[in-house]
């Protein structure tokens, strides 16, 4: 089953980019990688998902080496509403895309 | 559309007590699923549906039922609840699991105790 290791927590400053990578060594061949966001006292929410190569959206880019081991989440200029447990997930294909969340990690972005 | 709503927002029953968590969608979803969250950890899959009358395990399964009558409907029972089902439970849906597109759409979540 596809595992996903990621860093518990990070910090960083507004204005700054930040970059979380995570690692996921068995992930198949036909199954995409995904990130969620979450706040406090909410449910998750649907970031990114890709499956190699660079992925942009209007709030984050997603890139992935060829051998997808892993992939970085990169979020330009973060602001303060950016702070937030992140998570990286594989999206099982052949499980019908069922997602199996790991610790996450918490970013706080400072002023 | 509502997207996925979820009720009751709050839940405490007492050990041995049984009831159900509601979770709808207006998106003709195919895929529908259960989570659990406990403090400080990440979500746990309790079981999911892939489309009408299909159901499966995940993760966590044991303590729950589930299944799946409607396209919109996917009710998550409590069989005899005891206090390791204290959680914040979440139901989510996506378009299809066999798409491109894996995003999920969560709901606002339960906050069960179980005393």
């Known amino acids: 089953l596809a595992k996903t290791t990621q860093p518990i927590s990070m910090d960083s400053y507004e204005g700054q980019e930040v970059n979380i990578t995570c690692s996921h060594n068995n992930i198949a061949t036909n199954d995409y990688i995904t990130w969620y966001q979450q706040f406090p006292s909410q449910g998750p929410r649907f970031i990114i998902q890709g499956y190699k190569t660079k992925v942009t959206n209007e709030v984050a880019s997603l890139f992935i080496p060829a051998d997808r081991k892993s992939s970085t989440l990169s979020l330009p200029r973060v602001s303060l509403s950016d702070t937030a447990v992140y998570y990286c997930?594989?999206?099982?294909?052949?499980?019908?895309?069922?997602?199996?969340f790991g610790q996450g990690t918490e970013l706080s972005v400072k002023p | 559309n509502a997207g996925v709503t979820q009720t009751p927002k709050f839940q405490v029953l007492k050990t041995g007590q049984s009831m159900t968590l509601q979770c709808a969608q207006d998106m003709n979803h195919e895929y529908m699923s259960w989570y659990r969250q406990d403090p400080g950890m990440g979500l746990r899959l309790i079981h999911y549906s892939v489309g009408a009358g299909i159901t499966d395990q995940g993760e966590v399964p044991n303590g729950y039922n589930v299944s799946r009558s409607t396209t919109e409907d996917f009710p998550l029972r409590l069989l005899s609840a005891a206090p390791s089902q204290t959680s914040v439970y979440f139901c989510?849906?996506?378009?299809?699991?066999?798409?491109?597109?894996?995003?999920?759409?969560f709901g606002p979540g339960t906050r069960l105790t179980v005393t």
């Open positions: 989510a849906s996506s378009l299809t699991g066999t798409a491109s597109s894996y995003e999920q759409y």
């Open positions: 997930l594989v999206a099982l294909y052949n499980q019908g895309g069922k997602l199996i």
